[in-house]
């Protein structure tokens, strides 16, 4: 039996499925009580982690202080004797600086603010569960039908006639499919070795590259623009000073060095000692599955319904 924390969430939801083909699923909310995750845990041979503490797209502040669900979730499977606990991370806790392909052996430089709460996070769960069996999972730039942070922002621009992108969002990056990271959540459980982490990608391309394809999809979309990465860049750092803490903010620094630098990375390590392989090899190939949901977003399903929109403006 398998408990995956993180129910109705993006993430969550995608790696539930994912798991239900292949082993039983209990689903709980991130902001499940005490009682009735004391309760669902009961019998649980793995516990899976996808819940996202922290949103990238707000305006974050790095403190060491461990999320409460996490303690909560340590706490609970101690007294039901858990087996494992799988944790999801992101490979983004290597940061955006990276030489080449990074691997688990490069070194963890993050820089935003998200990326070192998530590595902070990775750290104390290993620190304070070492009774327990944790594995980390880092999966690359994750895609898919359901992700509210950048598809949903951007295709929006792209309705209203053009979106604005560093280096015109050709930056080379590695992406995974939601359902493929559920997929190596379950072979982690498995096979994962207790206090190791290990990185999850599915294959090389880019931002312009998915928008490319989802307009193809839905049929409608605008023009993606090139900007400079430090003009983009300059202006993000602008409005997160004029934006409160946990405020959300678009697009913020961190969303732009996600846009525009170049993420590689080299997952050859976790797929042999995992024995997994990701199933999905494009984004044509995930595309049938996203186009109903990108046609229902608000600013796409009003192009399409041939409704005015406000027009979009350059930067400043």
């Not at 949903?152 to 499919?177: E, I, Y």
Request: charged content about 20%; glycine content about 8%.
């Amino acid at each position: 039996m398998h408990l995956v924390i993180g129910a109705g969430e993006f993430l969550g939801d995608q790696v539930s499925r994912a798991l239900a083909a292949d082993v039983p699923v209990i689903e709980l909310n991130a902001d499940v009580d005490d009682e009735t995750l004391a309760d669902a845990i009961t019998g649980v041979e793995v516990v899976l982690n996808c819940s996202q503490a922290w949103s990238p797209a707000r305006r974050l502040q790095f403190r060491k202080t461990p999320p409460p669900l996490l303690q909560r979730l340590v706490a609970a499977a101690r007294r039901a004797r858990v087996r494992r606990i799988v944790h999801v991370s992101t490979a983004d806790v290597y940061g955006p600086a990276q030489p080449g392909q990074a691997n688990e052996n490069s070194p963890l430089r993050p820089v935003h603010a998200f990326e070192r709460l998530k590595l902070w996070e990775e750290r104390w769960l290993l620190e304070s569960a070492e009774d327990l069996e944790v594995v980390v999972v880092r999966p690359a730039r994750i895609f898919g039908a359901g992700e509210d942070w950048m598809l949903p922002r951007l295709m929006g621009s792209l309705a209203r006639g053009r979106v604005w992108l560093p280096g015109a969002g050709r930056a080379r990056q590695t992406f995974v499919s939601a359902a493929d990271v559920g997929r190596a959540c379950l072979a982690a459980s498995d096979r994962g070795r207790p206090g190791h982490s290990y990185l999850v990608g599915g294959f090389d391309s880019s931002w312009r590259d998915l928008l490319e394809s989802a307009v193809r999809a839905v049929g409608v979309g605008g023009t993606i623009v090139n900007l400079p990465y430090d003009l983009l860049y300059l202006r993000a750092l602008a409005m997160e000073a004029v934006t409160a803490p946990g405020a959300v903010v678009w697009p913020g620094t961190y969303a732009v060095d996600v846009l525009g630098r170049h993420h590689f990375f080299d997952d050859s390590h976790s797929r042999r000692e995992l024995t997994w392989s990701p199933s999905v090899g494009s984004f044509e190939q995930e595309m049938p599955r996203m186009t109903a949901w990108l046609s229902r977003l608000p600013e796409v399903a009003a192009a399409l319904a041939g409704a005015p929109l406000a027009p979009t403006s350059p930067p400043g």
